[in-house]
């Protein structure tokens, strides 16, 4: 079955440590996206990229850095710098990102740094 | 500035009765897209409904309708027969087309409760 993977479900790091969130589709998609999501909050977008080797940040980029290397990858590292990592990240894809094609999303990696 | 809002954070809803989630939106870009999507206690989101700009009907998907008033600048969602299932937390979101990224804008969410 297609779909986006995720890993790991959970993710404990000590502060201070760089740590690297996976994500990885195989249903051929061309755009990829990562989002925070906190408590009681809505999605925020971190990063996205619309093609191979180009990404562009979203809305609250600092701390985090993407590469996509490969079409069916587009890992997410938070680095020491992100000031709250503590959350749960959603990496989603879209086919063409235009006009009704939803995102589809990935079970999301719950990060804990302590 | 682009924003979803949702001014539910909690709903309560009896079984079997329909429930409506408000969303209001703001652009001022004449072409777009709002979507509905539903968080269960897992974490993954589940795709429901669309509805562009330029649809003069109002989107339906089984249960779910969307209530688009474009006037008010809301996409409200209609549950209709609630079910224990659909527990969970609801996000409006919204694409604007001449950004070109596909990127969604999401609301804060509603959280709803299905009582037996």
């Known amino acids: 079955d297609g779909g986006i993977t995720q890993s790991p479900k959970y993710l404990f790091r000590k502060e201070g440590q760089n740590v690297t969130l996976s994500c990885e589709q195989n249903?051929?998609?061309?755009?990829m996206y990562w989002y925070r999501q906190d408590p009681g909050q809505g999605l925020r977008l971190i990063y996205y990229?619309?093609?191979?080797?180009?990404?562009q940040k979203g809305d609250i980029a600092e701390g985090y850095s993407v590469s996509r290397e490969k079409k069916e990858s587009f890992p997410l590292t938070v680095t020491s710098a992100q000031k709250n990592p503590t959350a749960f990240y959603l990496c989603?894809?879209?086919?063409?990102?235009?006009?009704?094609?939803?995102?589809?999303f990935g079970n999301g990696t719950r990060l804990t740094v302590t | 500035a682009q924003k979803i809002t949702q001014t539910q954070p909690g709903m309560f809803v009896q079984e079997k009765e329909a429930v409506t989630l408000d969303c209001t939106y703001d652009?001022?870009?004449?072409?777009?897209?709002l979507f509905w999507y539903k968080q269960p206690s897992s974490g993954e989101m589940i795709f429901l409904i669309y509805?562009?700009?330029?649809?003069?009907q109002n989107a339906t998907e089984g249960r779910y309708s969307l209530n688009f008033q474009k006037a008010r600048k809301s996409a409200n969602l209609v549950i209709s027969a609630s079910q224990l299932g659909d527990s969970a937390m609801y996000f409006c979101?919204?694409?604007?087309?001449?950004?070109?990224?596909?990127?969604?804008?999401f609301g804060q969410g509603t959280t709803l409760q299905v009582k037996p």
């Open positions: 989603a894809s879209t086919s063409y990102g235009q006009g009704g094609s939803p995102l589809h």
């Open positions: 249903l051929n998609h061309d755009a």
């Open positions: 990229s619309q093609i191979v080797n180009d990404f």
């Open positions: 652009t001022s870009d004449q072409s777009y897209g």
């Open positions: 509805q562009g700009s330029y649809d003069e």
């Open positions: 979101a919204m694409r604007v087309f001449s950004s070109n990224t596909g990127k969604l804008i």
